[in-house]
């Protein structure tokens, strides 16, 4: 698949002369600019891909990248500059005759939009970032083996976690080593920085994690996820450290049972992002839980964690194959505590499979 071509495929109004993919300095980097040049390797600071309307691109890059850089997609001419000025003038002659340029603007810096606008006063800019986001919504089959690959480094690390487990250990020092193993199993560091939550802190969704010790009964959970070949994974299990009492057996139980309903819905026919969360939610209301579930039932996930699409209905969009997804129920009781488990899901013709995989035990 020509990843410029199918950019320009999904702008329904008047076309630009070019699409400009802009990096800034880490860690402001467009993932977009590395799905369309196909870079698995390098930084590409202050780097540009320019697409043009025949599927023809142009990656200007700095001296320092040069050896990386030629290993971009074969339609990519490659220009090198050595300092700022060499990149301006590299900008202005490959731009100066575009009248209408697309902008991935949702990843662009305002001083480096106001450098452009310097640089090319005759030219008119129009944001095309979602476009770009649809056309990374549904993943070949590169992507996919890459996004499977993070998906086994997450599951095998989640299956060593409750060896790790032991009283007085910290939260920080759990995901420390969460972080540790997944390094050590291939990736190339964590998807994002990692939940590790005791007790009443599983509650807390997006908690940070501090200085609080495990002890027994206290529930366990571990939201991570690994990067390979810049692909992401994103998985949470959720343990009881010791013997589970009633309420954390039916938090339990009640998750479990609403991602079934997500996976179920997930496979029929004309299902769409928010009809999924719509059953999830609706079977989680239905029982003793009633509102505490608190976020979407998921996200799209690949070059980023959160892809730019949400299993939630104000993102109701048909799901096709080749889209991946995370399936993540949770319920969360202030004071108690929380579950959430979460798995990685690709979309496929009348079906699904789940990226992700191993064991769901609670006790340890």
């Known amino acids: 698949m020509n990843r410029a ?11 630009p002369d070019a699409i400009l993919l802009k990096n800034a300095v880490s860690p402001y980097l467009d993932p977009s600019f590395f799905w369309v040049t196909g870079l698995e390797r390098g930084v590409f600071e202050d780097s540009l891909a320019i697409l043009w309307p025949n599927g023809k691109g142009e990656l200007v890059i700095p001296l320092l990248e040069e050896i990386s850089g030629k290993s ?11 300092d700022k000025d060499e990149r301006h003038s590299l900008i202005r002659q490959l731009l100066g005759k575009a009248r209408l340029i697309g902008l991935n603007s949702a990843a662009l810096l305002w001083e480096d939009w106001l450098e452009l606008k310097d640089l090319l006063p005759k030219a008119e800019f129009v944001a095309v970032s979602n476009e770009v986001l649809y056309a990374r ?4 089959e590169a992507e996919i083996e890459s996004l499977r ?6 599951s095998d690390t989640a299956a ?11 939260e920080q020092s759990l995901a420390s080593e969460v972080n540790y193993l997944m390094e050590k199993k291939g990736a190339s560091g964590p998807a994002f920085e990692t939940i590790s939550s005791f007790g009443e802190n599983t ?10 010790r495990l002890g027994r009964s206290d529930l366990v959970l571990v939201d991570f996820g690994a990067i390979y070949r810049r692909y992401h994974s994103d998985i949470t299990r959720t343990w009881v450290f010791g013997k589970a009492n009633k309420l954390q057996q039916e938090l339990r139980e009640v998750v479990l049972q609403a991602q079934t309903v997500a996976f179920e819905e997930m496979r029929k026919e004309g299902a769409t992002t928010g009809s999924v969360h719509k059953a999830t939610e609706g079977f989680i209301n239905s029982t003793k839980f009633k509102g505490k579930f608190t976020h979407s039932t998921g996200h799209s996930i690949g070059l980023e964690v959160h892809d730019g699409f949400r299993l939630h209905p104000s993102q109701d969009i048909p799901l096709k194959p080749g889209m991946v997804f995370t ?16 798995d990685d899901v690709l979309i496929k013709k009348s079906d699904i499979e789940i990226l992700t995989y191993g064991a769901k035990d609670f006790e340890v």
Do not use: M
């Open 72 to 82: 971009c997609k074969k339609e990519f001419n490659l220009h090198i500059f050595k």
């Open 327 to 342: 399936a993540e129920p949770g319920v969360y009781l202030e004071g108690e505590g929380g579950v959430r488990i979460e």
């Open 137 to 140: 919504l549904i993943k070949d």
């Open 160 to 170: 060593e976690i409750p060896s790790l487990l032991k009283e007085g250990i910290k």
């Open 149 to 154: 690959k993070a998906c086994s480094i997450a």
């Open 5 to 15: 071509l199918h950019i320009f495929k999904q702008i329904k109004e008047k076309k």
């Open 203 to 212: 509650a807390e969704p997006h908690y940070t994690c501090g200085e609080r």
